[in-house]
């Protein structure tokens, strides 16, 4: 009997260390799997790539604008996904920096909305705000950022959920190093600052040297973008002219031999960084020289395309064309600012509404373009047309804009849920799109700013004008020709005189705090130039007929001047 019992309790005891050995082999092999599934999803589908690769494969890319947030949730949920994005993986919202960058105080207070209103990246073009150092520091703007800013931006952008995308010009829009005398010498064409001379050794050395420094402060990133768009007047130099000549090879050819060395650096150097560029100069190239040069295996192009009205058409035959090329993902830009002229100070909400609008029905069209894939959008934010051009709207004035779009992108489409997120995020009571403005006080970064430079744009001008120019008095009493020969009857001076000195005091009170309110988000020079080119212009003519008329009016009405 003792026996019997004993037999039983070895045979239970084997049991349960067979029970827990298969627990054992199954929980090894479960994780060695979910290892495995891991390393092939960020191989394929790379940051915040993995639930939109996932839900694609469950619904259509047409429709999957559409689904309802709820129902993205529960899909990857379902998965097991563990980032959060909605139908497009990335949207970036693009930084221009090269004019009116901000302290990095205002870009603690925008990271977070931009997160909240449904980015999950920036796209960093720093220009000449990075702290470039030893024989790179001449590149540097007098108010660049520090190192100390350049790592505060990236932890400011991960604790956000954002990924930061540095963007580095490596072909066109270079004038802010080709402004060099140092460098000129690297011009394609001798007399223009815009586009380096590929043929150069000294050209792909700098860059490597820029480069290296720009990703050895961004070890975060596992993206960059290299620009390269409108690369003017490649071709024209004289060593293009003799490259083409003696390779028998045309423009396209020789675009594509400088963009596979940057590459070529990149991969080298760089293992496993991807790499986005401009695609307008690959849209004039054939498939054959695009397939030939095998860039498509190591850069992605990002369509850009900024007019409100847009149909599909116009750039599919572009996707048919990188389909065909061997590019496997590309990117869209749209605009939220900065495409209207190169010297708007309003953001026109209407304008850049449309193009959202119309860049989603290009998205609808991609799955027909299979394997072709999306793989992002840029929302670009131009703050210069280039180096040398004035400034474009300033980042809080197109704040509204930025959300619109944004919503736009996340919704499928200017909802009534898109329009309530804009409304309760920015703290305003309506938005009129067709008018270009906000209704209510407002609760966003730089608010302030954006009523003032409503009051500049809508009222400075026009009120000032208004009075030089219509006031009969004025025009009859105190033209130029009598304050340029310094007489005037004070009688008459009076009758206009009470409404010019309020108008100008009013007017420089409220320039008081502007600047003071521009001085809180940005650096001297930018709050210089804002004032030079927005506010003087005008107020300045002010300024002078009232200094003309109380230098006269204390003349009691002496005759004119020799």
């Known amino acids: 009997m003792a026996f019997q019992r004993s037999h039983r309790l070895n045979l239970l005891r084997l049991v349960v260390l067979l029970?827990?050995?298969?627990?054992?082999?199954?929980?090894l092999f479960r994780d060695s799997f979910t290892l495995e599934l891991h390393k092939h999803v960020s191989k394929d589908s790379g940051f915040w790539g993995d639930t939109g690769d996932i839900v694609q494969d469950i619904i259509p890319q047409s429709q999957i604008l559409e689904v309802p947030a709820a129902k993205i949730i529960a899909l990857k949920q379902k998965q097991q996904v563990p980032r959060d994005v909605s139908a497009t993986e990335m949207r970036l919202v693009h930084l221009d920096l090269k004019g009116a960058a901000p302290r990095v105080s205002y870009l603690e207070q925008v990271f977070p909305l931009l997160s909240q209103l449904g980015a999950n990246g920036v796209l960093m073009e720093y220009e000449d705000m990075f702290p470039f150092k030893g024989e790179l520091e001449i590149l540097r703007s007098p108010y660049a950022y520090s190192e100390e800013d350049i790592e505060r931006i990236q932890q400011l952008a991960e604790q956000?959920?954002?990924?930061?995308?540095?963007?580095?010009?490596?072909?066109?829009?270079?004038?802010f190093i080709l402004k060099h005398e140092k460098?000129?010498?690297?011009?394609?064409?001798?007399?223009?600052?815009?586009?380096?001379n590929p043929h150069v050794p000294d050209t792909l050395a700098l860059l490597k040297s820029i480069l290296s420094q720009v990703i050895e402060k961004h070890r975060r990133s596992t993206w960059i973008h290299i620009g390269a768009d409108e690369v003017f007047h490649l071709g024209e130099g004289m060593d293009s002219k003799n490259w083409m000549s003696h390779n028998k090879g045309d423009v396209g050819t020789m675009y594509l031999k400088h963009i596979k060395e940057v590459l070529g650096f990149l991969t080298a150097q760089y293992w496993g960084l991807r790499v986005l560029m401009w695609d307008d100069m690959l849209r004039k190239i054939s498939v054959g020289a695009l397939r030939e040069s095998g860039i498509a295996k190591h850069v992605s192009p990002v369509v850009w395309f900024y007019a409100p009205d847009f149909e599909a058409e116009q750039i599919v035959p572009f996707l048919t064309k990188y389909v065909e090329s061997g590019f496997e993902a590309v990117w869209f830009a749209s605009a939220f600012k900065g495409t209207t002229g190169p010297a708007q100070a309003w953001t026109p909400l209407s304008y850049h509404l449309k193009n959202h609008l119309s860049w989603l029905k290009v998205m609808q069209a991609v799955p027909r373009l299979a394997p072709l894939r999306l793989q992002g959008v840029v929302l670009t934010g131009w703050q210069r047309y280039d180096h040398y051009s004035v400034l474009c709207e300033l980042l809080p004035v197109s704040i509204p804009s930025l959300a619109i779009c944004l919503q736009t992108l996340v919704n499928g489409g200017f909802t009534e849920e898109a329009k309530r997120k804009v409304l309760d995020?920015?703290?305003?009571?309506?938005?009129?799109?067709?008018?270009s403005t906000c209704e209510g006080r407002g609760a966003?970064?730089?608010v302030e700013i954006y009523h003032m430079v409503e009051q500049v744009n809508g009222h400075l001008k026009e009120s000032i004008l208004k009075a030089l120019e219509e006031e009969s008095a004025i025009k009859g009493w105190f033209s130029p020709y009598h304050r340029k020969r310094q007489f005037g009857n004070p009688r008459n001076?009076?009758?206009?005189?009470?409404?010019?000195?309020?108008?100008?005091?009013?007017?420089?009170?409220?320039v008081r705090d502007l600047h003071a309110q521009l001085d809180r988000i940005y650096f001297p020079d930018t709050v210089e130039e804002w004032m030079e080119e927005n506010v003087n212009p005008y107020l300045d003519q002010l300024r002078d007929l009232v200094r003309d008329y109380r230098a006269i009016i204390r003349l009691n009405g002496r005759p004119k001047a020799a």
């Open 19 to 27: 029970l827990v050995a298969l627990a054992g082999i199954k929980f």
């Open 160 to 175: 956000h959920k954002l990924e930061v995308v540095p963007l580095v010009q490596t072909f066109g829009h270079v004038e």
């Open 183 to 196: 460098y000129q010498h690297l011009r394609e064409v001798e007399r223009f600052p815009n586009s380096f």
């Open 425 to 435: 995020v920015l703290g305003l009571e309506s938005v009129q799109l067709e008018q």
């Open 444 to 446: 966003f970064p730089g």
């Open 493 to 510: 001076m009076e009758s206009f005189g009470s409404k010019v000195l309020k108008l100008h005091d009013d007017w420089e009170s409220f």
